[in-house]
């Protein structure tokens, strides 16, 4: 046992005192080595030591990828005494594409994504991006200066060169003791152009800076709502703003529409809008929603749809996602960073002053470094310019010599040399001292003084120096510039309906909130020629403009409204019960109904082989059927209540259904028109109306080889009617012969009885022998070319039995042309 003496020493220490000291230092080490970047590379310590090494490892694009591993390990043994974790958190960061602008590593493997974490750094692979590479270059030329590392043994980059504004174009996020910092990614290609303007202006203002940047630009895309608070942030450093995801309104089926998401606010996953939207389902916050599906591929990028239950207003629904989800979103912005180590909050014009005074002087010192690089070799290549004019002395010269100091002083002395001449030419090899590297000497002397006029005139003009430094900000933008990724709204951007229905005056004239569910309003249901089916709003009147698909013209109308039911008879003489609310609305373009958006007649309705569908009708009206075979037959509306489908007529073989028309008035005046430009018109009262199963009775007469090809109902006191005819060849294919047009007068026809032959309502010319349309109705009435332009037809002319006025091009449709009535 020791039994040295020892004095005993006790040392009171304030409480106080102590931790208010100890706290400062360890703020301090966070706030500056740890969570705060620095404001002129916009880099956190381990992120510049990561760049670094990985550069210092030759680590470059145009080499291969090393194991992530490997580069934690060196960059935690030589820089960063920190746990392996912390780096490669960072430096995957640096390769996620979702979370940088423009990621400055190039990631190989799993690299997580915003709902998985990332694979462990022994199965990654990495290297430096390209736009890392303009961070790091020129770090051998003295641009910044170098510290030592944590055991004095290394030295490290106080901060990078950074060549673009890093810190604006990437963001960053951190949480020191006391303060936080989250600053939005921006466009690389918008920040450079600010950051030139404020070269060549160093007053601008920051309206003059916001011209070029209005807003952030975030890796995800998506939709930023309001734009004040980003001006607050440019403003005073803080401020914040709204993301909202992608949506567009599709129809996913032709019974189902559907919201498909393709763009999410910054930062936000598929995965946890999935959840938090089956939470909002579960938990009856959100209505509306039957589904929600991740279609999200490699190929195709994100893609998240929404499938909405029928009878829901598809942005009534949208709302309640962006009220009730991850969908909308909010980013605080706090630019809080270190600037000559000292943390301030930093507006637009002061982000970029700084950095732009940071490049300045990167560049300088560039310059000066250069300059005196040349300026040596210029000196090294004057002296051997020297020594070459008179070789074979010198070299009698060193050969005398008993020792290189001696050869050196009087090489010295005899040519007027200094020390760094001399030593150089002794250095030299005999294959240097030929006469064709005397003639490349001159060449490279002539250069070096050039190359250095050019240095020291840069030095001379803080304006060439600018310039110098926006050129090469103009290069990296367009060498990595990228178009904008993120819309910027000023306010909610919603379509003219939309807004319509969120101005709608309620009680007491204020505005009352979208209704989610869609109200039983006046409609029309549609079916056009080329077999598309649709309905329209109750705001959209029917009218014969707009944009049309193929050869379209309406061809059934119904009115009724949105969550009624109408029927579908088909050519087979089937009748189906149809919910309106299932059919897609008609999108209206310049306020007039959009033939083109209907869906086809057999994605929605099941059609057997050979099958069409001949019109709407309503289910509580007497129908008029009539068929090829020129059969009529008046249907009394006892249709089953507990059946979707169930047939009208029974047929005979080989005949189908060509038309039908409500006829619930006797006095209305059922109309056929054959092929061979026979027109019949009589009363309704001659067919007495007859049940389901019945097979009709004999309605037009037909000559041998005669088919009907329309069929209708004309109203009573209509003197508007007329009816048209389009003659042509047999033998002509569809579409090829122009034909002959014909308009006449309903009136003009006298009425016969039925089963009779009717009239003659067409004379052919020369060449003619079918019908190739024919329709009657309320007038007037237009056609449809292949190309889907109406075409308006002749005037009402001749006589009834007179011939037609020739037509330019083929029609392959005709049909009303007239507005509508209003449906309510």
Not at 10 to 29: K, P, R, W
Not at 754 to 762: D, I, K, L, Y
Request: proline share 6%.
């Amino acid at each position: 046992m020791d039994n040295t003496p020892y004095t005993e020493n006790i040392v009171d220490i304030d409480v106080t005192s102590e931790m208010e000291g100890s706290f400062l230092e360890y703020a301090y080490s966070v706030i500056y080595s740890r969570a705060l970047p620095d404001a002129r590379d916009g880099l956190k310590p381990v992120q510049r030591r990561i760049l670094y090494m990985m550069s210092d490892m030759g680590l470059r694009p145009d080499r291969g990828h090393v194991k992530s591993a490997r580069v934690v390990g060196e960059v935690m043994g030589k820089l960063h005494p920190h746990g392996d974790t912390a780096i490669y958190d960072a430096m995957v960061r640096m390769a996620q594409d979702f979370s940088l602008r423009l990621p400055l590593i190039d990631g190989h493997g799993n690299f997580g994504s915003l709902d998985d974490g990332p694979a462990a750094p022994r199965y990654t692979e990495a290297r430096m991006a390209a736009a890392a590479l303009t961070l790091t270059n020129h770090l051998d030329e003295d641009v910044v200066d170098f510290v030592p590392n944590y055991d004095n043994q290394l030295t490290q980059p106080e901060v990078l060169p950074a060549a673009f504004p890093n810190l604006l174009v990437n963001g960053a996020t951190g949480i020191a003791v006391g303060m936080a910092t989250n600053m939005a990614p921006h466009n690389l290609v918008e920040v450079i152009s600010a950051a030139r303007h404020l070269i060549a202006n160093p007053d601008a203002t920051l309206d003059d800076l916001m011209r070029f940047v209005p807003g952030p630009d975030l890796p995800s895309g998506g939709r930023i709502v309001g734009l004040d608070g980003i001006r607050d942030a440019y403003a005073t450093g803080r401020g914040s703003f709204k993301t909202r995801a992608k949506v567009e309104v599709e129809q996913l089926s032709a019974r189902r529409t559907g919201l498909v998401v393709t763009e999410l606010p910054y930062m936000v996953g598929p995965e946890k809008v999935i959840e938090k939207i089956k939470d909002a389902v579960n938990a009856k916050k959100l209505t509306g929603i039957s589904d929600i599906v991740d279609l999200t591929d490699r190929k195709h990028g994100l893609r998240l749809v929404i499938e909405l239950k029928n009878g829901f207003n598809p942005n009534a629904v949208l709302q309640q996602l962006y009220r009730y989800s991850p969908m909308e979103d909010s980013f605080g912005i706090n630019n809080v960073t270190l600037v000559d180590g000292q943390p301030q909050t930093l507006g637009l014009v002061d982000l970029l002053t700084v950095y732009v005074n940071h490049r300045i002087d990167v560049v300088r010192r560039r310059t000066v470094f250069r300059l005196g690089k040349k300026k040596d070799r210029l000196h090294l290549v004057e002296g051997l310019l020297i020594a070459i004019v008179d070789i074979d002395e010198v070299i009698q010269i060193i050969r005398s010599s008993d020792e290189a100091a001696a050869a050196r002083e009087r090489l010295m002395s005899i040519y007027d040399l200094t020390e760094i001449q001399a030593n150089y030419i002794l250095e030299l090899r005999l294959r240097q001292l030929t006469k064709y590297s005397r003639i490349e000497l001159e060449k490279e002397q002539d250069e070096l003084r050039r190359e250095i006029a050019e240095l020291e005139a840069i030095l001379a003009s803080d304006e060439r120096l600018r310039t110098l430094v926006s050129d090469e900000l103009g290069a990296i933008a367009e060498e990595h510039g990228t178009p904008r990724r993120t819309l910027l709204l000023e306010s909610e951007a919603v379509s003219p309906t939309v807004a319509a229905e969120l101005a709608a005056p309620g009680k007491k004239g204020k505005a009352v909130p979208l209704a989610l569910e869609i109200a039983d309003d006046p409609c029309w249901a549609i079916l056009t020629a080329s077999g598309q089916i649709a309905r329209t709003s109750n705001q959209e009147p029917l009218a014969e403009a707009g944009p049309r698909s193929k050869h379209d013209v309406f061809t059934s109308v119904v009115k009724t409204s949105a969550r009624g039911e109408i029927a579908a008879v088909t050519s087979s003489g089937r009748m189906l019960r149809l919910q309106v609310m299932d059919m897609p609305v008609l999108p209206p373009v310049s306020g007039l109904p959009n033939l083109a958006g209907g869906v086809r007649a057999k994605d929605f309705i099941t059609l057997q082989k050979g099958e069409s569908l001949v019109a709407f009708a309503r289910l509580d009206e007497v129908l008029a059927v009539g068929t090829a075979q020129g059969v009529v037959k008046r249907v009394q509306p006892d249709y089953p209540l507990n059946r979707e489908d169930w047939e009208v007529i029974s047929l005979k073989d080989k005949d189908f259904v060509v038309g039908v028309a409500p006829a619930g008035e006797d006095d209305a005046e059922l109309v056929f028109l054959t092929s061979q430009a026979q027109l019949l018109r009589f009363g309704a009262a001659a067919v007495r109306p007859q049940g389901r199963t019945a097979g009709g009775m004999a309605g037009i007469k037909l000559a041998a080889g005669d088919k009907v090809l329309f069929f209708g109902a004309i109203h009573p006191k209509d003197e508007a009617a007329v009816v048209v005819t389009i003659a042509g060849t047999t033998g002509a294919l569809p579409g090829t012969a122009p034909g002959t047009a014909k308009v006449t007068a309903f009136s003009e026809y006298p009425v016969k009885g039925r089963a009779t032959a009717g009239v003659r309502a067409h004379r052919f010319l020369k060449g003619e022998d079918t019908l190739l349309l024919a329709w009657a109705g309320h007038g007037p009435a237009k056609a449809s070319s292949a190309a889907g332009v109406a075409r308006s037809l002749p005037q009402e002319h001749g006589r009834r039995d007179g011939s037609g006025v020739p037509l330019s091009q083929p029609v392959e449709a005709v049909g009303p042309a007239m507005a509508w009535p209003d449906p309510a």
